[in-house]
């Protein structure tokens, strides 16, 4: 149980900080991240739609929300990587950083059902 709790923290921790770390770089107004949506071909808006996403999916899955919210904000996250990769691998740019935060967000829902189940399995006990 140890491990597993171990494990969902840490991954949890890292896709939260990727996705704060991006959102603020949406949300700063970064150069790069600009002309880069400009080049794509996405309006202006949405770099400020996704930093705000961003952020606040970072900070759903750190502090306590309830379980509908924080499942929604895997969703959106997982929405969001998709996309990304997708839209990487069609503008033949680099996509393993998304991809691989897919990943790692996989890792990170698989271990918190196990974390979860664990620690309702003494209850079930006690009845």
Request: glycine fraction near 12%; charge should be positive.
């Amino acid at each position: 149980m140890k491990r597993d709790k171990i494990i969902y923290w840490g991954a949890t921790g890292l896709v939260a900080a990727a996705m704060a770390a991006s959102g603020g770089m949406y949300l700063t107004g970064n150069p790069e991240v600009l002309q880069g949506f400009e080049q794509l071909g996405y309006p202006g808006y949405f770099v400020l739609l996704l930093g705000v996403a961003k952020l606040l999916g970072a900070a759903a899955l750190l502090v306590p929300v309830p379980e509908k919210i924080r499942e929604w904000a895997y969703a959106g996250i997982a929405f969001t990587l998709i996309g990304a990769t997708w839209t990487h691998i069609a503008t033949q740019t680099p996509f393993i950083a998304p991809l691989l935060i897919l990943g790692v967000l996989g890792l990170s829902y698989w271990f918190r059902s196990r974390v979860s189940a664990g620690s309702r399995l003494p209850q079930l006990d006690a009845l």
